[in-house]
Structure formats: structure tokens, C-alpha cells
Nanobody
Framework: VQLVESGGGLVQPGGSLRLSCVAS????????IGWFRQAPGKEREGVSC????????YYADSVKGRFTISRDNAKNTGYLQMNSLKPEDTAVYYC???????????????????WGQGTQVTVSS
């Protein structure tokens, strides 16, 4: 049972990246998906989540209007499209799965299991 993220990298301010989160060993469509990030010296932040049915999404104010979360249950994969990236978006990004559905907020980190290993996103000129 695991999640594997990919798609991180170095991008200039204003650029875009698309993160992927592939599940193996379990059926992702039975879980809500959350994306978290953690910058050096800062606490882990829940930035977005999507419900099991794809009917509900949530975004933190810091990313609203710039990030889009989605999922393809047929591919057992979640995505985070990040546009108009800013230096303050620099962090390690993690995806995680939760049996608690996404409903207006990102559930606390302890409600998520399993977690991916993280992928580094660096926004710098």
C-alpha cells in the first residue's frame, strides 16, 4: 500500500507544474485525496483536497485560483496542477489518502494514511 508523487522540480516565478500521485496496493477511489506541503522551518500545510466522488474540492486561501486538484480513478491517480507559481510556494509537496471525505476543509494530517514520499517544488529565478 503506497502513494508515489512525481512532477516536482525547479520552475521560475509565474511558471506551472503538475504533480501526480499514483496509488498502488489499494483502490484510491475509496478515499479522499489531500495535498500538503511543508517548507523549511514551517509547519505542514494542507493546501487542497478532493472528495471520493470528485464532487467536492477545497483550496487553502494561499493557493485558491492558482492550483487545481483532480483525480482519475480509472488510473488510480490524483493530480495537483499548479499555475502562477510564487517563490512562497517552494516546499516539499505530499499527497495522502483519507477515509474522511473532503468537505469544506482539509482534514488534519493524522486523518490521512497512507502518505507519499514527497516531491520537491522550488520556485526561483
Amino acid at each position: 500500500v503506497q502513494l508515489v508523487e512525481s512532477g516536482g522540480g525547479l520552475v521560475q516565478p509565474g511558471g506551472s507544474l503538475r504533480l501526480s500521485c499514483v496509488a498502488s496496493g489499494f483502490t484510491l477511489h475509496s478515499y479522499a485525496i489531500g495535498w500538503f506541503r511543508q517548507a523549511p522551518g514551517k509547519e505542514r500545510e494542507g493546501v487542497s483536497c478532493i472528495s471520493r466522488s470528485d464532487a467536492s474540492t477545497y483550496y487553502a486561501d494561499s493557493v485558491k485560483g492558482r492550483f487545481t486538484i483532480s483525480r482519475d480513478n480509472a488510473k488510480n491517480t490524483g493530480y495537483l496542477q499548479m499555475n502562477s507559481l510564487k517563490p512562497e510556494d517552494t516546499a516539499v509537496y505530499y499527497c495522502a489518502a483519507s477515509v474522511e471525505d473532503c468537505s469544506g476543509y482539509v482534514a488534519p494530517a493524522e486523518e490521512y494514511d497512507p502518505w507519499g514520499q514527497g516531491t520537491q517544488v522550488t520556485v526561483s529565478s
